[in-house]
């Protein structure tokens, strides 16, 4: 499997990026992927994902300003991320597994087996 990110970029407080993911290599019939971040210093986080069924689910203080979306034809996961802040700045990495780890796990990076490279944003 290989994740390719891209779309990071520096914007304003307020302003929006939408991050792109290409995915490719897949050997299962799996739809779980996922948005991370990781700012300096700081642990890698979960920011969005999706399970296999589609359902999205959502970091607390990115809800209501991100949406997760994919494109199962190009095989493109989304992150289109609005009212963009400071501490939203981090490098933002794609993920993907075999099995969604659940809504208890799902923002752990342990518990994702495929990772891109990372794609870097700035808010300031």
């Known amino acids: 499997v290989q994740l390719v990110e891209s779309g990071g970029g520096s914007v304003q407080p307020g302003g929006s990026l939408r991050l792109s993911c290409d995915a490719s290599g897949y050997t299962y019939s799996s739809n779980c992927m996922g948005w991370f971040r990781q700012a300096p210093g700081k642990e890698r986080e979960g920011v969005a994902a999706?399970?296999?069924?589609?359902?999205?689910i959502y970091a607390r203080d990115v809800e209501g300003r991100f949406t997760i979306s994919k494109d199962n034809v190009k095989n493109y996961l989304y992150l289109q991320m609005n009212s963009l802040k400071p501490e939203d700045t981090a490098v933002y990495y794609c993920a993907y597994d075999e099995a969604y780890p659940g809504v208890r796990y799902w923002a752990r990076q342990s518990e994702w087996n495929y990772w891109g490279q990372g794609t870097q944003v700035t808010v300031s």
């Open positions: 999706l399970d296999d069924n589609g359902i999205s």
